[in-house]
């Protein structure tokens, strides 16, 4: 089976501007999980969408949104970018319909630089 | 804060001794899962333990979950130069989020 795709993999964009980033989960699997992962707060936890639902949220501004299609290809954006939205953003793809309860296969990541 | 931690933040060691890494929480918990990054890459799912388990193995790989210390151990064993990497504990609560320690750096010398 074909792993996580994420696209872009790299990204720079300026303060003010929004940004749409897009995840392709492992064939078959359902839940997509978004993290930010940044040197100062590590691993943080955006949201996760299960059958096109957002099933679970973390404590992120409301600039921060995704969405997830009906072939469970997920999308986030992040609106009126700031220089601390610099990060690795990291998808996840799970099998499992409990969420939390199953391991997560990540993709490579898309590293955004807000400048 | 409800993130893990991790101890040691960073260990280095030589190519063939054993690593051992702990991470403690403070909820309770429904799982705990241990992963590997390597340089700003993608997270590899290495092993997924339940709260009712004690004790799992995988190839080298040994990990030990105690629930009434709130924490877990990960023992790689023969360490190898492949091994260097950054090594993230992360659990699920009653809150059904994957939450993440802030990780550890280990350095497998050759």
């Known amino acids: 089976k074909a792993g996580v795709t994420q696209t872009p993999r790299y990204l720079i964009k300026t303060r003010g501007q929004q940004v749409t980033l897009s995840c392709s989960p492992i064939?078959?699997?359902?839940?997509v999980s978004w993290y930010q992962q940044t040197p100062g707060q590590g691993l943080q936890f955006l949201f996760e969408?299960?059958?096109?639902?957002?099933?679970n949220k973390g404590n992120f501004p409301g600039r921060f949104s995704g969405r997830q299609f009906s072939n469970s290809r997920s999308e986030m954006n992040v609106s009126t970018l700031e220089l601390g939205d610099s990060a690795l953003y990291l998808c996840?793809?799970?099998?499992?319909?409990?969420?939390?309860?199953?391991?997560?296969?990540f993709g490579p990541g898309t590293r955004l630089t807000v400048t | 804060s409800q993130q893990g931690e991790e101890d040691p933040q960073a260990l280095s060691i030589q190519e063939g001794e054993n690593a051992t890494m702990n991470c403690s929480y403070k909820?309770?918990?429904?799982?705990l899962q241990w992963y590997r990054q390597n340089s700003g890459r993608g997270l590899v799912h290495l092993i997924l333990?339940?709260?009712?388990?004690r004790e799992k193995h995988s190839g080298r790989l040994r990990v030990t979950l105690d629930t009434s210390k709130k924490s877990s151990s990960l023992l790689i064993t023969a360490s190898r130069a492949a091994d260097t990497a950054s090594y993230f504990c992360?659990?699920?609560?009653?809150?059904?989020?994957?939450?993440f320690g802030k990780g550890i750096t280990l350095s497998v010398r050759p």
């Open positions: 909820t309770s918990i429904n799982n």
């Open positions: 969408y299960f059958s096109e639902t957002q099933r």
């Open positions: 992360a659990f699920t609560g009653a809150n059904s989020k994957l939450t």
């Open positions: 996840a793809s799970s099998g499992g319909e409990l969420a939390g309860f199953y391991e997560q296969y």
């Open positions: 064939s078959g699997h359902r839940s």
């Open positions: 333990i339940r709260s009712n388990e």
